[in-house]
């Protein structure tokens, strides 16, 4: 998956090779994974649930784009959707003129009814400026042309947000609004999103928060959702000097980072590493303020790779509530129209490729989605669960994957470094020669380059084709496999490979 700050112009982080160990003459590495059923550690949370990210909020009202969101909800749990620009001019919010005194939220609402109306929650970023508010003419260098100015005033702004809240409220009702979440703007600290200065932001922060609060002071605000962790102890300094509410923190990760802003070094981890050692840093942040223990939503990061995505999130659950993959569908317009559907490479950033075809980290999701709600001992790369029938573990070849620069589509090749391994996988208290059932996803299984591929790798897939790819794409059903006597079960994983092992009581 390509970065977005290398687009931006962020200098990224050179690629540090994985030091997979590999056999002498040619053999098949192997890893070991124990994982205990009689021994739970607690609850698993599944952050990896709460949201996903998506394109600008217009697109939500593209059937496409609907049909995507249903398949994910349905078959990953989804439970809400991040998006920008819900006040763009495209939304006819507030574009000034001849549209009166007052904003107009028609557009909205079908934005925000058909997310509810698919059991979804809506996250809700408040971006960008509509046009009379804005303070000057900078637009965001995209499909969609967002104002990115500050607000000429900050309490003309604060009085925006609270007519825009109370509309909310009105409604949907207080009691389902208190359970979405309000972040004020998308990556200030980046030019491409945010002409203005940090103190034009924390101001435009001060204002929408108060505003919030001011209607019901059970919502939820919080920020400042910058791009690769920055700003952190500026932001909650300020806060707490204002008194300001700060009920959750959000900012935005990718593997590729310039480690240098990140940690004070470059090179300094290898880019499977990087989310999870920034999630590390942001959580120590935030408890050495009065704000310890508030809620840090990484609200966007990305990979599409199975093992590098279970491996991140494993590795973040001690510090996130809640992880936003960027993103949800291929139906997205943000810097260009794609004149693709599947591609060699990155391939675009959507887990559905456009006609609602399955990519490799969609299915990862799917797999995810069946892990249970505790937690059970688990030594090696794995994830281990108990659940209402047994128990469920999400296994994986971890590789190191370079996370290619470019706009989406752009890039004809993925750079991995690793191996296939034989996964030996031991489940202490499994009763000798018990059946398990284990699916698998990889760039192969679960994934539709094969059949792409074998068509001819068409630009333009005929409807005919477009359904054989879907197909293949498809979880094949679980294969039905037997412990050995002593518990033992050997899994075959390609790099970037994760196997899903389920156990019935």
């Not at 019901?216 to 204002?242: N, Y």
């Not at 923190?249 to 802003?261: C, L, M, P, R």
């Not at 060699?344 to 456009?354: F, K, R, Y």
Request: include cysteine.
């Amino acid at each position: 998956m390509w970065n977005r700050r290398e687009i931006m112009g962020a200098g990224a982080a050179a690629f540090a090779a994985s030091s997979f160990a590999r056999t002498a003459f040619g053999q098949t590495a192997t890893e070991q994974v124990e994982i205990d059923l009689r021994q739970e550690t607690g609850a698993l949370d599944h952050i990896w649930s709460r949201c996903a990210g998506s394109d600008r909020a217009s697109a939500t009202l593209r059937e496409a784009w609907r049909t995507d969101l249903e398949r994910f909800r349905s078959e990953t749990g989804l439970e809400r959707v991040r998006f920008h620009g819900i006040f763009n001019d495209d939304l006819g919010v507030w574009p000034g003129g001849l549209n009166g005194k007052d904003p107009n939220f028609q557009n909205v609402d079908a934005v925000y009814d058909g997310l509810l109306e698919r059991g979804v929650q809506p996250f809700v970023e408040l971006s960008f400026m509509p046009k009379k508010l804005a303070s000057g003419n900078t637009k965001l260098n995209f499909t969609y042309n967002a104002n990115i100015t500050p607000p000429a005033s900050p309490d003309a702004w604060g009085q925006f947000i609270g007519v825009f809240v109370r509309h909310l409220i009105d409604r949907y009702g207080a009691n389902e609004v208190r359970q979405w979440y309000f972040e004020v703007w998308n990556e200030p600290n980046l030019t491409w999103f945010f002409s203005g200065t940090q103190a034009d932001y924390f101001a435009m922060y001060k204002a929408a928060a108060q505003a919030i609060k001011a209607v019901d002071p059970k919502l939820r605000v919080g920020g400042p959702s910058t791009a690769a962790a920055q700003w952190m102890p500026e932001f909650l300094g300020f806060c707490a000097q204002e008194n300001l509410p700060v009920d959750f923190v959000s900012t935005h990760i990718y593997a590729g980072d310039d480690q240098k802003e990140l940690f004070g070094q470059a090179d300094r981890y290898p880019h499977k590493d990087v989310i999870p050692a920034a999630m590390a840093k942001v959580r120590s942040q935030i408890d050495a303020t009065r704000y310890k223990g508030a809620e840090l939503w990484l609200s966007e990061w990305s990979s599409d790779s199975p093992a590098m995505i279970a491996h991140v999130i494993s590795n973040c659950l001690p510090y996130c509530h809640a992880m936003s993959q960027w993103c949800i569908s291929n139906v997205f317009e943000e810097i260009n129209f794609p004149n693709f559907i599947i591609k060699e490479g990155d391939g675009g950033w959507g887990m559905l490729a456009q006609r609602n075809i399955p990519r490799p980290s969609f299915n990862t999701y799917k797999l995810l989605h069946r892990l249970g709600q505790r937690r059970l001992a688990a030594t090696g790369p794995a994830l281990a669960s108990r659940t209402k029938d047994g128990a469920a573990a999400l296994v994986w070849n971890l590789a190191e994957v370079k996370q290619p620069a470019g706009i989406p589509g752009m890039s004809s090749q993925r750079i991995v470094t690793g191996e296939r391994k034989n996964i030996q996988v031991r489940l202490k208290g499994a009763r000798p020669g018990a059946a398990v059932r284990v699916s698998y996803v990889d760039q192969e299984r679960g994934s539709p380059l094969p059949k792409w591929r074998e068509l001819g790798s068409p630009q333009y897939p005929k409807k005919d084709e477009v359904d054989q790819i879907r197909r293949s794409a498809e979880l094949a059903p679980p294969e039905t496999r037997r412990l050995d006597k002593q518990g033992m079960l050997t899994l075959d994983l390609p790099p970037e490979g994760v196997a899903l092992i389920e156990l019935r009581a």
